[in-house]
């Protein structure tokens, strides 16, 4: 008797419009072929924990099993002890992820998804491949202008002068216009190039002893 009542409880279907269903999560269609069908609608669940959610179903992922719901319009959270502080930081939320493995009961649901409605656009991965390429070039730069094993005073004068030049690190040298070498103790004696870029050498002597200037009345 008891599983023919599991039976046919998971028969009920989600695209039903009833206001109150007792089924759980293996029985609504979620996961099913036509799941893009029930996009949009509003709909109430009830989680494992006897938390109850009401939300605008956003998206379905069948690879992670996941749902994705829109309460930014609404949110419902019953618990068991009915806590008003976490049903109060609950409302500053706009989406909740859930496990459709998760669901213990569909306790409502719309039966059609509202006219403004507005679905997942496609996704450009090749837009997201240059962001994420871009993000890596800028943390490699990023890196690339910290010393390793140098003072606070060194990297502060670094800093100073990748303002104005180009610089990069050479183990504790600084290379300024890949012609001038500063060694510590990185002062303007403490420079050199070759004599073909006596100009450049000239010039990072200048900057630099401005900026040790600056940073000497800083400190």
């Known amino acids: 008797m008891e599983g023919t009542t599991t039976s046919s409880q998971r028969r009920k279907s989600l695209t039903k419009p009833t206001t109150t269903t007792h089924s759980t999560a293996a029985a609504t269609p979620l996961a099913s072929s036509s ?14 924990s006897n938390e109850e959610i009401e939300g605008r179903i956003y998206a379905l992922d069948r690879l992670t099993n996941c749902i994705a719901l829109d309460i930014l319009f609404i949110v419902i959270i ?35 998804a509202p006219a403004d409605f507005l679905p997942i656009n496609h996704v450009d991965t090749s837009r997201l491949d240059a962001r994420e390429s871009s993000g ?28 104005t030049l180009p610089c990069r690190w050479s183990n504790d040298t600084i290379v300024v216009l890949d012609e001038v070498l500063i060694q510590p103790p990185y ?11 006596a100009s450049s050498l000239a010039r990072v002597k200048k900057v630099l002893e401005g900026e040790r200037r600056r940073l000497e009345r800083k400190q």
């Open 136 to 163: 890596v070039k800028n943390m490699r730069q990023r890196v690339a202008k910290m010393g390793v094993g140098v003072t606070k005073e060194a990297q502060d004068i670094f800093d100073a002068l990748s303002k």
């Open 78 to 112: 019953m618990l068991t002890t009915h806590n008003a502080a976490a049903q109060q930081g609950r409302k500053q939320l706009s989406f909740r992820i859930i496990k459709i493995s998760h669901i213990k009961e569909v306790l409502s649901n719309q039966e059609d």
């Open 187 to 197: 002062d303007v004696d403490s420079c050199k190039a070759n004599s073909s870029s």
């Open 35 to 48: 799941a893009q069908r029930i996009l949009g609608r509003r709909i109430k669940l009830k989680t494992a």
